[in-house]
């Protein structure tokens, strides 16, 4: 493994052949079934692996207790949450 956090080569845009940063989206599965949130990353802290919390922002935020039901907008600019708190983080990179 390289130098850097697992979390930064996760979660970091990737960039296209001319230098345009990819738009990140995540999913994820709060622990203690305390819901699913989803939304646009905007930021996050990189700090060391063996570093338990791990905040991201996310905008355009989502939430939904569970998935058989249909997520709902979180009426807020944006959520902070801790990866500390999530069971499963799915990441999608999109080419803006």
Known sequence: ????????????????????????????????????YSGQLSQFAIVKDEEPHKPIYLINALFTKNLSDAYQEVAADGVVLDLADVVQLQVKQVAP
């Open 1 to 36: 493994m390289g130098e850097q956090p697992i979390i930064y080569e996760v979660l970091n845009p990737k960039t296209d052949a001319d230098g345009t940063s990819y738009l990140v989206f995540v999913e994820l599965e709060m622990k203690d079934n305390a819901g699913f």
